[in-house]
């Protein structure tokens, strides 16, 4: 079953990427009216607010490179949780972007899956001004999303010296 799930989740992957990429308005298939977007922390309800919004994205042009997938069963029978990271080249941009996504996909009763739940957040690597200490990532509003006051970086571990 796991390897189903990974399956799952990264042809899911490279499907949602390449239509987005190539011809976003092929993606609305993939939401229902229940289904939710977070943009960037705007929570965004309904297929046709999600097909808005990514319609209405500042850019024409892009490319999504795939770094990681990882899949897990969810608890719904049959649902599939996947995180992807990567970056996100925009056209006439010389640095990419760096992104993590979440889904949570609900098969249906055709065989395919349809986007219940889908987060999307740009990851700005913001350098830390000291020699030897690691940098700190932040959410686009600067919310930083790792520590490094401990060792893990996530303020559960053994206290950096």
């Known amino acids: 079953m796991e390897e189903q799930v990974e399956m799952v989740g990264r042809a899911f992957a490279d499907h949602y990427y390449n239509l ?8 609305v298939p993939l939401y229902q009216p229940a289904s ?9 309800l309904g297929v046709d607010e ?5 319609s209405q994205l500042p850019f024409d042009q892009c490319r999504h490179v795939i770094s990681t997938v990882d899949s897990q069963p969810s608890a719904l029978a049959g649902g599939v949780v996947v995180v992807v990271s990567g970056s996100l080249q925009l056209h006439g941009e010389d640095h990419p972007l760096r992104f993590s996504q979440m889904f949570h996909l609900i098969p249906t009763e055709q065989g395919s899956y349809f986007v219940q739940n889908d987060i999307f957040r740009l990851n700005y690597s913001v350098p830390n001004p000291s020699p030897g200490r690691q940098a700190t990532t932040r959410s686009h509003r600067g919310n930083s999303s790792s520590s490094s006051s401990t060792a893990d970086g996530f303020g559960t571990g053994t206290p950096c010296p």
């Open 20 to 27: 987005f990429d190539h011809d976003r308005n092929a993606l």
């Open 36 to 44: 939710m977007l977070t943009f960037e922390g705007q929570k965004i």
């Open 50 to 54: 999600i097909s808005a919004k990514l």
